[in-house]
């Protein structure tokens, strides 16, 4: 009885240290190809997002560096009102789905708001899509994609705010 418990025992360790000395080391955590397209996403989004902020809140700035923009496409306070007939929320929308699904094509802030969506939302499908990884690797991706969305925001956005002092 006893050899026969000893020699289950000596192929329970056999069978265990087998399995430890097989597990692969999970792959360093690097800026792949994956990393390269998601984050270029991720930067696009948070560049339109800077865009629309200073739409949104530096508009006069923005129209001294750009002074022949159409401001009825440019300046959210007034392209608004595309989306309607005669610029007349109460006469309906200007075309077929021009107030919903068709609205980023009014105005810039709308179409700002769309890009920063699909941008955004087509990086996380495609991360959805990469192999597990270790709980490390997911802090760390995440402070890359919020420095990508950080730098297409400040891109779009500090060369308008710098001009004021908060």
Known sequence: MMKTFLTLLFFCFTIIGYT???????????????????????????????????????????????????????????????????????????FPLSTTMLVMVTDQYHLNN??????????????IGAKKQPFRYYIYDMLYYTFCHQAGFLLTYM????KHTY
């Open 114 to 127: 769309f890009i920063w969506k699909l941008a955004l939302t087509s990086a996380l499908v495609i991360k």
């Open 159 to 162: 060369p308008f705010a710098k």
């Open 20 to 94: 430890q000395t097989n597990t692969p080391k999970p792959e360093k955590w690097r800026i792949d190809k994956n990393k390269w397209i998601t984050g270029g996403l991720v930067f696009t989004a948070g560049a339109a997002k800077g865009f629309n902020e200073t739409l949104l809140f530096h508009f006069s700035d923005f129209q001294k560096a750009f002074p022949n923009i159409n401001a009825q496409w440019f300046d959210p306070k007034i392209s608004w009102a595309n989306k309607y007939k005669d610029g007349d929320s109460r006469a309906g929308a200007k």
